[in-house]
Protein backbone atom coordinates (compact mmCIF):
# COMPACT_ATOMS: atom_id res chain seq x y z
CA UNK A 1 0.00 0.00 0.00
CA UNK A 2 2.78 2.36 0.65
CA UNK A 3 4.32 1.40 -2.65
CA UNK A 4 0.85 2.78 -4.20
CA UNK A 5 0.74 6.00 -1.78
CA UNK A 6 4.77 6.85 -3.34
CA UNK A 7 3.62 6.41 -7.03
CA UNK A 8 0.77 8.48 -6.73
CA UNK A 9 2.58 11.10 -4.71
CA UNK A 10 5.27 11.07 -7.39
CA UNK A 11 3.14 11.04 -10.10
CA UNK A 12 1.03 14.25 -8.33
CA UNK A 13 4.33 15.92 -8.14
CA UNK A 14 5.56 15.47 -11.74
CA UNK A 15 2.19 16.64 -13.48
CA UNK A 16 1.32 19.08 -11.30
CA UNK A 17 3.62 22.26 -13.01
CA UNK A 18 1.77 20.55 -16.17
CA UNK A 19 -1.44 20.95 -15.06
CA UNK A 20 -1.15 24.37 -13.71
CA UNK A 21 0.56 25.50 -16.55
CA UNK A 22 -2.47 24.23 -18.92
CA UNK A 23 -5.10 25.86 -16.35
CA UNK A 24 -3.39 29.25 -16.29
CA UNK A 25 -3.89 29.09 -20.21
CA UNK A 26 -7.29 28.14 -20.29
CA UNK A 27 -8.05 31.27 -17.33
CA UNK A 28 -6.11 33.60 -20.06
CA UNK A 29 -7.88 32.65 -22.69
CA UNK A 30 -11.39 33.02 -20.79
CA UNK A 31 -10.37 36.27 -19.86
CA UNK A 32 -9.38 37.09 -23.12
CA UNK A 33 -12.20 36.23 -25.22
CA UNK A 34 -15.00 37.65 -21.81
CA UNK A 35 -12.58 41.15 -22.45
CA UNK A 36 -13.14 40.67 -26.04
CA UNK A 37 -17.08 40.17 -25.40
CA UNK A 38 -17.33 43.10 -23.33
CA UNK A 39 -16.00 45.48 -25.86
CA UNK A 40 -17.76 44.20 -28.41
CA UNK A 41 -21.29 44.79 -26.82
CA UNK A 42 -23.50 47.16 -27.84
CA UNK A 43 -26.16 49.24 -26.12
CA UNK A 44 -29.60 50.70 -27.05
CA UNK A 45 -30.78 53.87 -25.50
CA UNK A 46 -31.67 52.47 -21.89
CA UNK A 47 -28.93 50.33 -21.63
CA UNK A 48 -26.68 53.17 -22.18
CA UNK A 49 -28.18 55.07 -19.76
CA UNK A 50 -28.39 52.62 -17.49
CA UNK A 51 -24.61 52.17 -18.22
CA UNK A 52 -23.68 56.24 -17.66
CA UNK A 53 -26.43 56.27 -14.91
CA UNK A 54 -28.37 59.29 -16.75
CA UNK A 55 -32.03 59.11 -17.66
CA UNK A 56 -32.57 58.31 -20.91
CA UNK A 57 -33.97 61.64 -22.23
CA UNK A 58 -30.11 62.54 -21.57
CA UNK A 59 -28.88 60.18 -23.69
CA UNK A 60 -31.53 61.54 -26.50
CA UNK A 61 -30.68 65.01 -25.92
CA UNK A 62 -26.77 64.37 -26.60
CA UNK A 63 -26.54 61.67 -28.88
CA UNK A 64 -25.06 64.10 -31.21
CA UNK A 65 -22.31 64.02 -29.28
CA UNK A 66 -22.58 60.37 -28.60
CA UNK A 67 -20.67 58.07 -31.06
CA UNK A 68 -23.26 55.76 -32.34
CA UNK A 69 -25.23 54.71 -35.10
CA UNK A 70 -28.60 53.54 -36.22
CA UNK A 71 -30.39 50.10 -36.87
CA UNK A 72 -32.94 51.11 -38.33
CA UNK A 73 -34.88 53.74 -36.65
CA UNK A 74 -33.31 52.53 -33.39
CA UNK A 75 -30.48 54.37 -32.04
CA UNK A 76 -27.51 51.99 -30.59
CA UNK A 77 -24.18 52.37 -29.30
CA UNK A 78 -21.02 50.04 -28.99
CA UNK A 79 -19.31 49.97 -25.41
CA UNK A 80 -16.25 50.46 -26.35
CA UNK A 81 -16.62 53.55 -28.31
CA UNK A 82 -18.45 54.87 -25.22
CA UNK A 83 -15.65 54.09 -23.13
CA UNK A 84 -13.27 56.13 -25.34
CA UNK A 85 -15.90 58.69 -25.88
CA UNK A 86 -15.98 58.76 -21.83
CA UNK A 87 -11.66 58.70 -21.57
CA UNK A 88 -11.55 61.41 -23.78
CA UNK A 89 -13.52 63.79 -22.21
CA UNK A 90 -12.10 62.82 -18.64
CA UNK A 91 -10.64 66.14 -16.73
CA UNK A 92 -7.26 65.29 -15.16
CA UNK A 93 -7.26 66.72 -11.09
CA UNK A 94 -5.39 69.93 -10.01
CA UNK A 95 -2.42 69.11 -7.86
CA UNK A 96 -2.45 71.92 -4.95
CA UNK A 97 1.25 72.81 -3.31
Given amino acids: MELKNMLEDLLKEALSPLFKEQEEGIIKRLLREFKTAEEDKIFGVKDL ?5 VPQSWVYEHKHELPHFRAGNRIKFKKKDIDRWIEERKIQP ?4
Fill in 94 to 97: IRRK
Fill in 49 to 53: ASYLG
